[in-house]
């Protein structure tokens, strides 16, 4: 019953590298477009007349926005595929930016970043989408991981180029042209990007009730009516019911929003008015947080990848150094942190972003095809909801404290604290399934593989796992199996 899929694993490939990385590319410019606000904080407040908290608000909607579109962009991939939902997103958060550009008050500045969240949320999870569909399954970590690599080189352009054009011909002419980049990208994703490779489509026998899981006899009836309530909640339902897309998301709830909170508004700020230093030192702090994390994020693919049990041991080992190090900082005697130390922080809030791609490899494996964009939406809800929670409260604490960095960025270690506990409570449930989920799979696949050695183990071995119900042993080869297992299907 496995044959099926194996056949169907995508090959990869220079045509797979090309088409993902289209997608990659529109990445690349909505991450610039969503983090230029983090180097012109303190521009704005000034263009806008704005205290700390109104000056939050422009981040806090964006992520507002795009939390709230995550599980209704996984729906739109799941049922509408790739392309349409880049290019959508790719037209929205290009004229985001645009008004961002051209807006000349606060409230109509506030617009135009909720349009851009709504155009960025389309991006991510079409891309991991992406890597589902042109790659085989055992790659899927480290592409994970490469998307978000290239993630960040989209917050380097802001820091190292846009932060000195703002400065240099002024915030109309810098958010406009950094606009264009926008409809570059837009042309070859239009004229060259497809969802999947020729004969690789996605598992259309699915939603027909084809028995490809154990959802697939309820879903079939959806296939021409997917956009009903009943197909959405059904979605919805069936992803969150898995531990693995629960713990998926609290792992990114965890660990990116200390690095997301510093670098997409308060790092600025807090590197100039609490610790005294020049904006182009600051902009090289934020500069060595992105360096950081694309030098570790294919390190934290590759152990992912090779050893899937180091993947708890990552994220909380990541959440612990970071927790460290923030409270190194803020308790440091005296006003201001020696500049070590801060170079330190820098380097360790660089783990966070790849530590939060270890999510997605807790839900991937456990959801079949036609689940995977709904639940990657609920995963990537996590970080961004932590990041909102936080960038609010710290505007709130600072202009209830007289901008006191050090109880402002207290809240840092209460979300930490709540991710923490979420991880450990449902740890064993989604581990166990996993387990469980490959143990069915492996039987499986014995006969097929060595036909002449175990003749004889083929009947009695198969009933005996055949009446667990059928739909289990089918999401491991459909859903994006664990690397090593995966390894083993390809052979």
């Known amino acids: 019953m496995t044959a099926p899929h194996l056949v169907k694993d995508p090959p990869g490939g220079r045509k797979a590298v090309a088409v993902w990385s289209i997608g990659v590319a529109v990445y690349f410019v909505a991450v610039i477009f969503r983090t230029s606000l983090g180097v012109a904080g303190l521009d704005a407040a000034d263009r806008f007349h704005v205290n700390a908290s109104a000056l939050a608000a422009f981040s806090l909607l964006q992520l507002l926005v795009y939390a709230g579109m995550q599980i209704p962009v996984g729906l739109m991939v799941d049922r509408l595929g790739t392309k349409k939902v880049l290019t959508l997103g790719a037209v929205l958060f290009t004229a985001g930016q ?17 349009l851009l969240g709504c155009g960025d949320a389309m991006t991510f999870i079409s891309v991991l989408r ?23 080189a989209g917050n380097l352009v802001s820091t190292l180029v846009l932060a000195p054009v703002l400065h240099g011909v002024g915030w109309t002419a810098a958010f406009a042209g950094s606009a264009v980049a926008g409809l570059v990208v837009l042309v070859p994703l239009v004229l060259f990007l497809r969802d999947h490779p020729e004969g690789h489509g996605p598992a259309q026998p699915a939603p027909r009730g084809a028995g490809v899981s154990g959802t697939s006899g309820t879903s079939g009836t959806s296939g021409a009516s997917g956009a009903s309530g009943g197909f959405v909640r059904r979605q919805i339902r069936e992803s969150w019911a898995e531990p693995g897309t629960r713990l998926g998301l609290w792992v990114h709830f965890t660990t990116q929003f200390p690095a997301m909170v510093f670098l997409l508004l308060w790092g600025m700020p807090f590197l100039i008015e609490a610790q005294g230093l020049s904006r182009t030192t600051a902009g090289g702090l934020l500069t060595l947080v992105v360096a950081s994390n694309m030098a570790l994020g294919l390190v934290y693919g590759q152990i992912v990848g090779r050893r899937q049990s180091s993947r708890i041991p990552l994220a909380l080992g990541t959440v612990g150094l970071t927790a460290l190090l923030w409270a190194s900082v803020l308790v440091h005697p005296g006003d201001r942190a020696p500049m070590w130390l801060l170079v330190t922080l820098c380097l360790v809030l660089g783990t966070c972003g790849p530590a939060s791609m270890i999510g997605f490899d807790f839900a991937r494996p456990a959801n079949p095809p036609e689940r995977q964009g709904t639940a990657s939406g609920i995963t990537n809800m996590g970080g961004f909801i932590a990041s909102m929670t936080t960038l609010l409260a710290v ?10 960095y050090r ?85």
């Open 98 to 114: 645009l008004g961002f550009a051209l807006s000349p008050s606060y409230g109509m500045a506030l617009a135009a970043r909720a």
């Open 130 to 152: 992406l890597g589902t569909r042109w790659f085989p399954a055992r790659r899927g970590p480290l592409m994970a991981q490469l998307a978000g690599l290239v993630g960040m």
């Open 395 to 404: 505007g709130v604490l600072l202009d209830a404290t007289g901008d006191n």
């Open 407 to 491: 109880i402002a960025f207290s809240t840092v270690f209460v979300l930490e604290a709540v991710g923490i506990t979420q991880i450990l409570r449902l740890r064993p449930r989604a581990l166990a399934r996993e387990a469980a989920r490959n143990r069915l799979a492996i039987p499986a696949q014995t006969p097929a593989q060595t036909p002449a050695q175990t003749p004889a183990r083929t009947p009695v071995q198969a009933p005996a796992r055949t009446p667990v119900p059928e739909a289990e042993p089918e999401p491991v080869s459909g859903a994006c199996p664990l690397p090593e297992t995966a390894g083993r299907e390809a052979q």
